[in-house]
């Protein structure tokens, strides 16, 4: 059996890639190694989105070419963001790369390996799918499926923030029919999932192309008062509609979560799922990127200030409680002392529970570039410091805040010291002692320790652990079947 490994840099969108690519890969009957020197097929899923890419994936591709020489055989593939943008000049530039996937190709890779298998010149398969956009189920496979589990509504963006590269990597928006997404959920609860997060780069534009969701509760009203453009309700994103139609169908799925939703999109419809739906996670991560609306409008990002924070309210009016991550980017061309210093009033305002920050970078084939990059690298880092001080200060008082209170914990795995680790609905990690296998439950944990990043804590007593079976079953069939519902007694 031929054997792969796929290393990954990069978001989740790409984590979720490349877990495609294992599934096409084993359904032709390769299997998956850990180390790159036990593999005949290595894929680097290539994330250009920040990091210094090209040199990252320079020396990945130095360090697999030495492999290479002692093991002539051995196949080396570049997917990702990498592939789409330069995939042509790369290849040219490293010849030990035998192939090229673009995110839209990834089904494509049986007939590519074996054109590789025939010595053809390196294939650069990356069309974006625009007529019949594609999107591969993730398959449920046994051993594989823990309790959380992504499903991807979209891809693409037609959002044109002038520091990003994704709508040039990614291609135009493109939705999946609603009746796809619902059954791959189905299929996912079925196998044993209990939380499932949607994805896509603007998550919260989707419409079903199939137009089968109808307009959701909410829809074409605005309650704001800083959002002067009522939306048109022929524009209005359906996927309120989307949320509510997976919770009717799929009551078993525990918990819903969605990343990462551009803050226009964030409509009063959406704010009415939050708070009819108790699938739905208090957590949502919504990328501000500044708080100075001159930057703002500079990084085309098509909202204010005033109208992020007053969706924030609303959110928070409706569900008490909802949490609030982030992501933002300090050193934008043009920010000034001032403009930053806003950023930082802003953060002091929403008082996020999570916080991305990064410092801007030029990348290829981004308005933005046509502005000075004249923020010195020194007062970029600085900034960043200052503003994870004040917002690390923010999420160590908000956990801190959660001593003593009780948390719904949906069990992911077992932690290092042998207990077992989870999250909240809010998104907080929390560990905690048990005697029996909890994973893919929903149990109260009783939160006892504040860490910087997270929560230790007891169950509750009124847990009741279900019973086990009295003697192991005499064949696998007998096995009781996964409980759909967690035995919670007295929570
Ligand atoms: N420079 C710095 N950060 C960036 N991001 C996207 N493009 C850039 C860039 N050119 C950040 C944004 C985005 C996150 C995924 O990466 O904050 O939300
Ligand atoms: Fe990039 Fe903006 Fe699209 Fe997000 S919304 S992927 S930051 S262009």
Same mark, same amino acid.
């Given at each position: 059996m031929p054997a792969y490994t796929v290393v990954t840099f990069g978001c989740q969108m790409n984590q979720h890639d490349s877990d495609r690519i294992g599934e096409v890969l084993r359904g032709i009957g390769y299997l998956e190694v850990k180390e790159p020197a036990d593999a005949d097929l290595v894929v680097l899923n290539t994330c250009s989105i920040r990091e210094k890419a090209e040199q990252k994936l320079r020396s990945e591709v130095g360090r697999l070419g030495m492999l290479k020489r002692l093991k002539p055989g051995l196949v080396i593939g570049v997917a990702g963001c990498m592939a789409q943008q330069e995939g042509e000049r790369l290849a040219k530039r490293m010849p030990q790369i035998d192939f090229m996937l673009g995110p839209d190709n990834i089904a494509e890779l049986p007939s590519i390996l074996a054109e590789?298998? %025939?010595?053809? !010149?390196?294939?650069?398969?990356?069309?974006?799918? %625009?007529?019949? !956009?594609q999107f591969l189920n993730a398959e449920a496979e046994p051993g594989r499926t823990g309790p959380t589990a992504f499903v991807t509504v979209m891809k693409g963006c037609d959002e044109r923030c002038t520091y990003c590269v994704v709508p040039h990597t990614r291609g135009p928006e493109r939705y999946r029919n609603a009746r796809e997404i619902l059954d791959e959920i189905r299929r996912l609860v079925e196998a044993g999932v209990r939380e499932v997060t949607l994805l896509g780069q603007t998550v919260n534009s989707y419409r079903d192309p199939a137009g089968s969701l109808g307009a959701a509760i909410g829809a074409g009203e605005t309650h704001f008062k800083h959002t002067l453009r009522a939306v048109a309700l022929e524009d209005e994103s359906e996927f309120p509609a989307l949320l509510r139609a997976i919770c009717a169908e799929v009551p078993d799925l525990l918990r819903l979560r969605y990343t990462s939703p551009h803050p226009r999109h964030l409509t009063w419809s959406l704010i009415l799922a939050h708070r009819d739906l108790p699938a739905l996670a208090r957590h949502v991560h919504m990328p501000v990127q500044s708080g100075s609306d001159r930057v703002l409008k500079r990084m085309l990002r098509r909202y204010s200030v005033e109208e992020y924070v007053e969706r924030v309210e609303a959110l928070r009016a409706e569900v008490p409680g909802v949490t609030f991550s982030t992501d933002v980017i300090v050193g934008f061309p043009g920010e000034t002392a001032e403009d930053f210093a806003a950023t930082l009033a802003l953060a002091e305002r929403v008082r996020f529970t999570g916080f991305f920050g990064f410092t801007y970078s030029e990348r290829p084939n981004t308005p933005a570039l046509k502005l000075a990059d004249d923020v010195p690298e020194a007062e970029k880092s600085a900034r960043l410091e200052q503003i994870f001080e004040l917002t690390d200060r923010h999420r160590r008082e908000h956990l801190e805040s959660l001593r003593g209170t009780t948390e719904l914990v949906l069990v992911e795995r077992r932690g290092k010291a042998g207990d077992f680790m989870g999250r909240s609905e809010r998104n907080e990690i929390v560990h905690f002692a048990c005697a029996g296998d909890v994973i893919g439950q929903l149990v109260p944990v009783r939160?006892?320790?504040?860490?910087?990043?997270?929560?230790?804590?007891?169950l509750e007593p009124s847990f009741v652990l279900a019973p086990r079976p009295a003697r192991a079953p005499a064949a696998p069939s007998a096995l009781p079947k996964r409980r759909t519902l967690p035995v919670l007694a007295g929570a």
């Open positions: 590789v298998e %025939l010595g053809a !010149p390196p294939p650069i398969r990356t069309v974006f799918d %625009l007529e019949r !956009p939160i006892t320790e504040a860490y910087n990043n997270s929560l230790r804590g007891e």
